[in-house]
């Protein structure tokens, strides 16, 4: 059974960083896609950053956290990172991992629990 598991979500003053981590765990798998997606209260799970193609590395990230947030990945241990300096209150929301895996069943996409980030005025 495949699974996505996020940590380093936490409590950070404005101006503060945070590294988030997301693993995908089990066998039997290959990644096409990992990204970082947030949801703030009363809002739409909104798309953060993405390696939109974990073979070439492409990245995409929305406006708000270009040049403050950097997505990285580790391809052999499956895991993604989101780097988030210069945290603003706006950036306050739950963060989901996203996953596009190839799996014997297809394609298919998997999100993790989530992440809270909390960035204090």
């Known amino acids: 059974q495949v699974q996505l598991v996020e940590s380093g979500g936490g409590l950070v003053q404005a101006g503060g960083s945070l590294r988030l981590s997301c693993v995908a765990s089990?066998?039997?798998?290959?990644?096409?896609?990992m990204g970082w997606y947030r949801q703030a209260p009363g809002k739409q799970r909104e798309l953060v950053a993405i390696?939109?193609?974990?073979?070439?590395?492409?990245?995409e990230y929305t406006d708000s956290v270009k040049g403050r947030f950097a997505i990285s990945r580790d391809t052999a241990k499956n895991t993604v990172y989101l780097q988030m300096n210069s945290l603003k209150p706006e950036d306050t929301a739950v963060y989901y991992c996203?996953?596009?895996?190839?799996?014997?069943?297809?394609?298919?996409?998997?999100w993790g629990q989530g992440t809270q980030v909390t960035v204090s005025s």
């Open positions: 089990g066998s039997g798998f290959s990644v096409d896609a």
């Open positions: 390696i939109a193609s974990v073979r070439t590395g492409a990245t």
């Open positions: 996203g996953a596009q895996l190839l799996t014997n069943l297809g394609r298919h996409f998997y």
